[in-house]
């Protein structure tokens, strides 16, 4: 069984500051974590993955993720928000084996004030 | 640019109509699926196809009803649909094993009269 934590569902941040947002998991076997974007009116694309190698983890656009086994975490940053990073973040878990199914959070929303 | 190619972009039908939605990928990809996605929530998975047969099927109403051509196309015949359905419905591929990304495509944006 498995299953991802997304705490709230909006964080705002000013322009040019920490971005967090957090994300816990729950897994019966050693987890592969993902996260997700989604702008308004496109389809989801990954900001990056871990599969058991590294656990700080470096995506795209400047974000980067650390893999915490002991707290069951995979938490996103970024050190500077731009505007363009407002949109809706999906963490998500699967396991390993052929028809493995990606189990998401319910997402969180950035927005990101001038 | 998604290399997951989904039409048509929006779609509006009645409830008696048949239309299908129609999924491309030229990753090499050997595992498809569909999903469907609510405003602010997360997608919820319907079907996967795994070497363009069926593996899974998440109890889904029969009124949709998966189709895998072959190993690049996917579609979703839709007949008889509900106000309920009306959502975005997302076509994802992935190398199939758990430690691969699914890639998505851009979703069709489905309205039910």
């Known amino acids: 069984a498995q299953s991802v934590t997304q705490l709230g569902s909006h964080v705002s941040v000013s322009e040019g500051a920490l971005v967090l947002l957090r994300c816990n998991y729950s897994?019966?076997?050693?987890?592969?974590l993902f996260w997700y974007v989604q702008y308004p009116n496109q389809g989801l694309q990954l900001l990056l993955k871990?599969?058991?190698?590294?656990?700080l983890v470096k995506g795209i656009n400047g974000f980067e993720a650390e893999f915490k086994k002991s707290e069951t975490s995979f938490h996103l940053t970024k050190p500077s928000a731009h505007m363009s990073d407002a949109a809706e973040y999906f963490c998500?878990?699967?396991?390993?084996?052929?028809?493995?199914?990606?189990?998401f959070g319910k997402g969180i929303t950035l927005s990101v004030r001038p | 640019d998604t290399e997951v190619t989904q039409t048509p972009k929006h779609l509006v039908m009645g409830m008696t109509n048949k239309k299908s939605l129609k999924c491309e990928q030229h990753m090499g990809h050997r595992a498809m699926y569909w999903y469907k996605q609510k405003a602010k929530k997360p997608p919820e998975l319907m079907f996967v196809?795994?070497?363009?047969?069926?593996?899974i099927n998440e109890s889904v109403p029969s009124r949709f009803s998966p189709e895998c051509p072959n190993s690049s196309l996917l579609n979703l015949h839709l007949h008889a649909l509900q106000p309920e359905d009306s959502a975005l419905y997302l076509c994802?591929?992935?190398?199939?094993?758990?430690?691969?990304?699914?890639?998505f495509g851009d979703g069709t944006r489905l309205s039910i009269l």
């Open positions: 897994s019966s076997v050693p987890p592969y």
């Open positions: 196809y795994s070497y363009e047969k069926l593996s």
């Open positions: 871990y599969t058991s190698a590294a656990t």
């Open positions: 998500a878990v699967s396991q390993a084996g052929a028809n493995s199914k990606l189990t």
């Open positions: 994802a591929s992935s190398l199939g094993s758990g430690d691969q990304p699914q890639h």
